[in-house]
């Protein structure tokens, strides 16, 4: 089951600081569409109803006190649930990932790096079949946004535009995320936000299939 994150490339930042007119690229709750967590301003955008919770998009989204999907993208959860998804394509689920066979699915390692210090988009690039992909990044400096798109969507996305991508984070220092990938080539997507504390990021990627 694919997961898609409509986001927006935005212009660089000058600094840490305000900047002056024309160049605050944080957003509102309604600019991010969130309605639930909080915006680039600290604002809140709002809460949950027990027992859903808040997500990374600002969506409130059902949830069990316990129970987690752990990274499976299909079958049942920790708690027997069979809510974690569903496999399209003839694909069946094994151990959580969609698999177009029965064997079991194996982990491959696809790249693990410091990036060259960057502002703006800076993207790594990688070919999957069918696959449960997962990153995990870090730094020890400023904020970035990442996530996983489709060449085209990344082509979008780093000249500033509309994009859709699977497993976005925004604002982030570390983050580890895994997404449902159809067979594709795909770019694990960067974008550092401020013009002059360059990013300093470390990234492993690797999928299951």
Same mark, same amino acid.
């Not at 997404?179 to 960067?190: E, N, Q, T």
């Given at each position: 089951?694919?997961?898609?994150?409509?986001?927006?490339?935005?212009?660089?930042?000058?600094?840490?600081?305000?900047?002056?007119?024309?160049?605050?690229?944080?957003?509102?709750?309604?600019?991010?569409?969130?309605?639930? %967590? !909080?915006? *680039?301003?600290?604002?809140?955008?709002?809460?949950?109803?027990?027992?859903?919770?808040?997500?990374?998009?600002?969506?409130? /989204?059902?949830?069990?006190? %316990?129970?987690?999907?752990?990274?499976?993208?299909? @079958?049942? *959860?920790?708690?027997?649930?069979?809510?974690?998804?569903?496999?399209? %394509?003839?694909?069946?689920?094994?151990?959580?990932?969609?698999?177009?066979?029965?064997?079991?699915?194996? /982990?491959? *390692?696809?790249?693990?790096?410091?990036?060259?210090? !960057?502002? %703006? !988009? +800076?993207?790594?690039?990688?070919?999957?079949?069918?696959?449960?992909?997962?990153?995990? $990044?870090?730094?020890?400096? *400023?904020?970035?946004? $990442?996530? /996983?798109?489709?060449?085209?969507?990344?082509?979008?996305?780093?000249?500033? @535009?509309?994009?859709?991508?699977?497993?976005?984070?925004?604002?982030?220092?570390?983050?580890?995320?895994?997404?449902?990938?159809?067979?594709?080539?795909?770019?694990?997507?960067?974008?550092? +936000?401020?013009? /002059?504390? +360059?990013?300093? $990021?470390?990234?492993?990627?690797?999928?299951?299939?």
């Amino acid at each position: 089951m694919m997961r898609w994150a409509l986001v927006v490339g935005l212009g660089l930042a000058m600094g840490c600081g305000d900047g002056g007119p024309g160049t605050d690229t944080r957003q509102t709750c309604a600019q991010m569409g969130f309605r639930c %967590g !909080f915006d *680039d301003y600290g604002a809140s955008c709002g809460t949950c109803t027990s027992p859903q919770t808040c997500n990374g998009f600002g969506s409130c /989204i059902s949830s069990s006190s %316990g129970c987690t999907c752990s990274g499976a993208v299909c @079958g049942n *959860d920790s708690c027997g649930r069979a809510v974690c998804g569903s496999c399209t %394509g003839g694909r069946t689920c094994t151990l959580g990932v969609c698999t177009a066979s029965t064997t079991t699915p194996t /982990i491959h *390692d696809l790249g693990a790096a410091r990036l060259p210090l !960057f502002t %703006g !988009f +800076r993207g790594v690039t990688f070919t999957v079949p069918a696959a449960l992909a997962a990153y995990s $990044v870090s730094s020890p400096g *400023d904020t970035y946004n $990442v996530g /996983i798109f489709t060449v085209a969507e990344w082509s979008n996305y780093s000249a500033g @535009g509309q994009a859709r991508a699977f497993a976005f984070r925004e604002n982030v220092r570390t983050a580890t995320e895994v997404a449902d990938l159809p067979a594709g080539s795909y770019v694990l997507g960067f974008y550092c +936000r401020n013009l /002059i504390q +360059r990013c300093d $990021v470390t990234y492993a990627l690797n999928a299951n299939y």
